[in-house]
């Protein structure tokens, strides 16, 4: 039986099943409750919904291995990403970043230089969780250092990465925009960059104006204490700077990002065994393992802890479940069903565009992730745009600011949880200073409905 055989979703009965899964979620958020009983219980309730439609639950079975079997890659990605973590701490790399870091980042402007930072990175890495897990962790330990609260500090961060990612012609989620709606990536950065340049002006400006109201003094001692005993567990040497360079460089050559980071780990053991007295592979294990020994310092310990497995198996699974109950809604129709009202929609270009913004940003709240927004909004309304006589570099930019740009705000989406896994912190506590997410559709939009030279629309 193939997925045309079955009978299609009714309206009531999707509202019916999309209220009792976020319900679900909802309580679970709520009580502070780990997500992946929430996630386990929606799969359950859309394979029976499954049922009800006409497939066996072999066939839902098939259906959810198979596309669960799609973001194996990225659940892989961040567990690597956990893995160098512990390597560069075991190394003594992580803690030699922040040792200079604490020199070198003025505390008075730091939240600006958190946000440039962050966004540069994610426009030459190409990835919103390659440069969080690199640099970010960096950057929000420094805000710590300077009393900087971590829901601001981590807004900084969080907005350059999101904003680098979309500008960043390296990036999957542009090649993936470009290739469904067959744009060019030209004509997508002429657009994008517009929009998004706008976006990061202002939120510099913000994050410069809040760090001068915010600006304590007495963190001297604090940075002293740090690098005292950073000094006394580890031998720090300019050359523990090689491998987040390393990062850049290869991204930047187009190696796949799995074997950056794995050989990134390799340059950072071997870097621990010439620079760290009595380094052993053993060290790496117990960092892993989450038993480091502590300092005693309540904020060292915190960071030298980040490279437990444990942090990032937990979000890891949270992410794949998350994903696989998406794509099981999109397989059985569900998505279609429930946004065809807007799918449906043809009227002037203005409106074509703020549609398509809109069906890419409910599709990725629906689904819990970023791809399924940007595939099926492309797709959708790509012969729209053709037959509109828009350059389909305006449907590419759309619903990257309508997915990439607002998943951080909602706990239940892919990209929350590798935020999360890669900073250590929640996002949703730094979204009231996430700039990006609030300026970034609101540009966009303004653009969009105050434009009085659709002609630019079409080139």
């Known amino acids: 039986m193939d997925i045309g055989a079955i009978r299609q979703p009714s309206g009531i009965e999707i509202g019916l099943l999309l209220l009792a899964c976020y319900l679900v979620i909802l309580v679970f958020i709520f009580n502070q409750m780990n997500l992946i009983p929430a996630f386990l219980i929606n799969i359950i309730l859309s394979g029976l919904y499954g049922l009800r439609l006409g497939l066996t639950w072999p066939q839902v079975e098939k259906r ?13 990605i961040l567990l690597l990403i956990g893995l160098s ?15 200079y870091g604490v020199a070198f980042v003025l505390p008075r402007f730091y939240l600006g230089e958190a946000f440039i930072i962050s966004f540069i990175t994610a426009v030459a890495l190409g990835s919103t969780v390659g440069a969080l897990g690199t640099v970010g962790i960096i950057l929000l330990s420094i805000g710590v250092t300077f009393n900087i609260p971590q829901p601001l500090a981590g807004g900084a961060i969080i907005s350059g990465a999101i904003a680098g990612n979309i500008l960043s012609p390296l990036s999957e989620m542009v090649v993936l925009a470009m290739a469904v709606t067959r744009g060019n990536l030209r004509d997508h950065l002429f657009h994008s960059g517009r929009i998004i340049i706008i976006a990061v002006a202002i939120a510099f400006f913000l994050y410069s104006l809040i760090n001068i109201f915010w600006f304590q003094t007495g963190f001297e001692t604090a940075i002293g204490q740090i690098q005292n005993e950073i000094m006394v567990r580890y031998t720090i040497s300019p050359l523990l700077v090689l491998p987040p360079i390393m990062i850049l460089v290869l991204s930047i050559t187009r190696i796949p990002l799995p074997l950056t980071l794995f050989l990134n780990m390799l ?9 760290q007295p009595g380094f052993a592979l053993q060290q790496v294990l ?12 309540e904020f060292l310990d915190s960071l030298l802890t980040r490279g437990s497995i444990d942090n990032y198996t937990s979000v890891a699974v949270m992410m794949l479940l998350a994903s696989a109950w998406g794509m099981l809604l999109q397989e059985l129709g569900v998505v279609e069903k429930a946004l065809g009202w807007l799918l449906k929609r043809n009227n002037s270009p203005r409106d074509l565009m703020l549609t398509a913004l809109a069906t890419a940003f409910l599709i990725g709240v629906i689904t819990c992730a970023v791809v399924p927004g940007i595939v099926i909004a492309g797709t959708c309304f790509r ?6 006589r828009l350059n389909t570099a305006n449907l590419s930019r759309v619903i990257l600011e309508g997915t990439l740009a607002c998943a951080p705000f909602f706990p239940w989406t892919n990209l929350t949880f590798m935020i999360q896994a890669a900073l250590g912190i929640n996002p949703l506590s730094s979204a009231p200073y996430y700039f990006t997410g609030w300026l970034v559709p609101l540009v966009s939009i303004l653009a969009i409905s105050f434009c009085k030279d659709q002609k630019s629309w079409r080139g």
């Open 383 to 388: 012969e729209k745009f053709i037959q509109a």
């Open 64 to 76: 959810l291995a198979d596309r669960a079997g799609e973001t194996f890659i990225s659940f892989f």
């Open 286 to 297: 117990v960092v892993i393992s989450g038993s480091s020994v502590l300092t005693g310092v």
């Open 85 to 99: 973590i512990a390597a560069w701490i075991a190394a003594g790399v992580l803690p030699a970043l922040l040792y």
């Open 267 to 275: 340059i950072s053991v071997l870097l621990g065994f010439l620079l």
